[in-house]
């Protein structure tokens, strides 16, 4: 079930968004020329949101139907709607390049904010709703397929909100969940768990920084279990990519 792993270093954060960036637009194409259609799930973080930014000025950007692409997100912090923290609104220095691109908003699926939700476990109820209702849609059960799902990486080797040593990192048996005294602030986020990042055909972790470069040794030694070192516990269903810069990998 692990399915193959790959390790892609490139020179420095700005050439590895750009990769990342490449890649994606080309694995958007993959899947539509597939299925129709395709299905990302965008990250926060610093790496995550500089390779969205790199999609949006990327001469390529024209090459796809922006319509027919559906977005989720792996984690969410748990503020208020117009929140500069949150990964939907840092997301929008894509989003908003892709509105005269044709992008469908109604495929654009914001994990909740206090706005509307009183706790994160609301949230995330709510948002476990929307992935089951988008996979009925899709004829299958509880999500829906996940062409590419990105995730950073802290330098502690959480990815999305699981962190280490945190309920989150031992949930089961649900899709999405609230998450409370997260390490990395605010506090309070929404997070995909193991089992539901887990169904992705590709997962990418993007890593950047001499900072995450000991965690990134860990999780790809291969001797770490996912509670303690969330990192090494998610892959794709067709294989993960580890895209990242020289400094991160150096103790690779
Ligand atoms: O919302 C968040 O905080 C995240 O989604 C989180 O999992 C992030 O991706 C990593 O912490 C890496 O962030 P940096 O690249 O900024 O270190």
Do not use: C
């Amino acid at each position: 079930m692990n399915a193959k792993r790959n390790v892609v270093v490139h020179p420095d954060l700005p050439a590895t968004a750009a990769a990342v960036a490449a890649r994606l637009i080309t694995a958007v194409l993959d899947a539509q020329a597939a299925r129709g259609e395709a299905t990302v799930v965008l990250t926060g973080g610093t790496l995550g949101i500089a390779s969205l930014k790199a999609v949006a000025d990327s001469p390529a950007l024209a090459a796809v139907d922006w319509s027919r692409v559906n977005f989720y997100w792996g984690d969410e912090r748990f503020v208020a709607a117009g929140s500069p923290d949150r990964n939907a609104v840092q997301a929008e220095v894509l989003l908003s390049v892709l509105d005269d691109h044709g992008l469908d908003r109604g495929r654009v699926h914001a994990m909740g904010s206090t706005d509307e939700f009183n706790t994160p476990e609301d949230a995330a109820a709510a948002y476990a709703a929307v992935l089951a209702a988008e996979a009925a849609n899709e004829g299958g059960s509880t999500l829906p397929v996940f062409d590419v799902l990105m995730l950073g990486m802290g330098p502690d080797s959480h990815v999305a909100s699981l962190f280490p040593d945190h309920a989150g990192a031992a949930t089961t048996g649900a899709t999405v969940i609230g998450v409370h005294d997260s390490p990395k602030p605010p506090p309070l986020r929404v997070s995909l768990t193991f089992e539901t990042i887990n169904t992705a055909r590709a997962v990418w972790l993007v890593v950047a920084g001499a900072d995450k470069a000991p965690a990134a040794a860990v999780a790809l030694g291969g001797e770490a279990t996912r509670e303690r070192v969330p990192a090494s516990g998610v892959h794709g269903t067709q294989g993960t990519w580890w895209l990242m810069d020289q400094a991160a990998a150096a103790l690779v």
